[in-house]
């Protein structure tokens, strides 16, 4: 079913470019009538075909030259008709969302019926659209061709050239709007902060519980000599423990107490490591997580105008970013084209 399918659409198509084919053709012929006509009203011209061909241009200008616009109207006649079978073809077929899309779909061959001058050389997109449905059949291979390369490089380079030049108006349009606006930082920490105080304050409590858990695991033999070596320091500078150390056994005792405080002190912090899953410690963490986001937000007119500075800043070096057209660096000899796979 899917294969009758394909072959019925393959040959709807096959149609629809013999049918392209012979417009394309009759568009052909005339553009080709239009740039001969237009230049056998230059004198020069229509006086060197006077005398090299005296029949033909007898015959030229009696029948096509003073019947030029009946002529072009004939051809317009079968353009209309094209553009009018196209349109219902587009209707049964669903093409688009709503029945009048066709004709801004395809400007170019309405615009092309028009019988005036400036009109007239629209009917060359047609062989466009040509290129395109033989694409699709397979018959041709446009990505082939060095032209294509050419074009294709060209059009990226306008599109990305223009993108940027929107791209810098806006940020310059949104560095205006930040130094008028006089609320700007009052209205990101109350509208797009403040908002999501909760989800804030879960994530820095998850990662200040995070932060110590993996530190004391990481270097829990560092923080334990780092803890010995203050109790002992601290115990060798006591006068008393000084005076201890002086009495018959002291030294040992002196030891004994620098050992169970030092151990002590190991037994606390992995106590304290431990504890870092209990409802105390999260309880803990919220609180000096919420303390921390009061102290973040907290607002005046140096933290207005810094926080405006910044962004002022930020949006800066994204505009020279932009403007730094790094598609200028790779203009160069093109590509020979890659054969298709």
Same mark, same amino acid.
């Given at each position: 079913m899917a294969?009758?399918?394909?072959?019925?659409?393959?040959?709807?198509?096959?149609?629809?470019?013999?049918?392209?084919?012979?417009?394309? %053709?009759?568009?052909?012929?005339? $553009? /080709? +009538? !239009?740039?001969?006509d237009s230049l056998f009203i230059v004198q020069p011209i229509n006086q060197m075909f006077a005398s090299w061909l005296p029949g033909l241009h007898r015959q030229y200008e009696t029948i096509v030259h003073r019947n030029f616009q009946l002529i072009d109207l004939c051809f317009v006649a079968v353009f209309i008709l094209d553009v009018i079978l196209g349109w219902t073809v587009a209707l049964f077929e669903r093409r688009y969302a709503r029945w009048y899309y066709y004709p801004f779909a395809h400007w170019y061959d309405v615009l092309g019926c028009i019988p005036l001058s400036?009109?007239?050389?629209?009917?060359?997109?047609?062989?466009?659209?040509? %290129?395109?449905?033989?694409?699709? $059949? /397979? +018959? !041709?291979?446009?990505?082939?061709?060095?032209?294509?390369g050419l074009v294709k490089r060209y059009y990226l380079m306008l599109l990305e050239e223009l993108a940027d030049r929107v791209m810098v108006r806006l940020f310059s349009r949104l560095q205006q709007e930040i130094g008028a606006s006089d609320d700007l930082s009052r209205r990101l920490l109350q509208e797009v902060v403040r908002p999501r105080k909760e989800r804030l304050l879960n994530d820095l409590s998850r990662r200040l519980q995070g932060m110590l858990e993996s530190g004391y695991r990481d270097h829990r033999g560092a923080i334990e000599g780092y803890v010995g070596g203050l109790i002992h320091q601290a115990l060798a500078n006591n006068p008393e423990v000084a005076s201890l150390?002086?009495?018959?056994?002291?030294?040992?005792?002196?030891d004994t107490l620098d050992e169970a405080l030092a151990d002590i002190a190991a037994r606390l912090l992995q106590g304290a490591a431990d504890g870092l899953q209990s409802p105390q410690f999260q309880r803990l963490a919220r609180s000096l997580a919420d303390e921390f986001f009061e102290a973040w937000v907290y607002q005046d007119e140096d933290t207005d105008l810094a926080l405006e500075e910044l962004l002022v800043d930020v949006i800066e070096v994204l505009k020279q970013q932009v403007l730094d057209r790094r598609w200028s660096r790779f203009v160069g000899p093109i590509q020979p084209p890659t054969p298709p796979g």
């Open positions: 294969e009758r399918a394909a072959d019925q659409r393959r040959s709807l198509d096959g149609l629809h470019a013999a049918w392209e084919t012979f417009i394309v %053709l009759l568009v052909c012929i005339n $553009l /080709g +009538l !239009i740039l001969f400036g009109f007239r050389w629209l009917r060359v997109l047609r062989v466009g659209s040509l %290129l395109i449905r033989l694409q699709r $059949l /397979g +018959l !041709i291979d446009i990505r082939s061709w060095a032209v294509y150390r002086r009495l018959p056994l002291g030294g040992r005792v002196a």
